[in-house]
């Protein structure tokens, strides 16, 4: 256990980072989960809603840090790419 203040001070910040990226990237695991269900299906309604929400949640993931912005391009362009072909 850290002893210093400083040290101490970097753990209680750690901790609170490692929550918040636990819960970001939980949602964004979520998200893209049900956007693959979703392309594998015949509804391409409901594959673009998801695609959508799923590229929203991507992009906020970015904003806050927990993926780099190249990371959630390559994500989305993923996903779009899996879109257009599951259309033809």
Do not use: F, P
């Not at 929550?19 to 673009?48: E, H, M, W």
């Amino acid at each position: 256990m850290a002893q210093h203040k400083s040290a101490k001070k970097r753990a209680r910040q750690n901790l609170a980072r490692r929550t918040r990226n636990r819960t970001i990237r939980s949602r964004l695991k979520t998200a893209v989960k049900y956007a693959r269900a979703t392309l594998a299906g015949t509804d391409s309604d409901a594959a673009s809603s998801a695609l959508r929400s799923a590229e929203r949640e991507i992009r906020k993931a970015a904003s806050k840090g927990v993926l780099t912005k190249k990371q959630a391009s390559r994500h989305v362009s993923r996903l779009a790419r899996r879109l257009v072909a599951a259309k033809s």
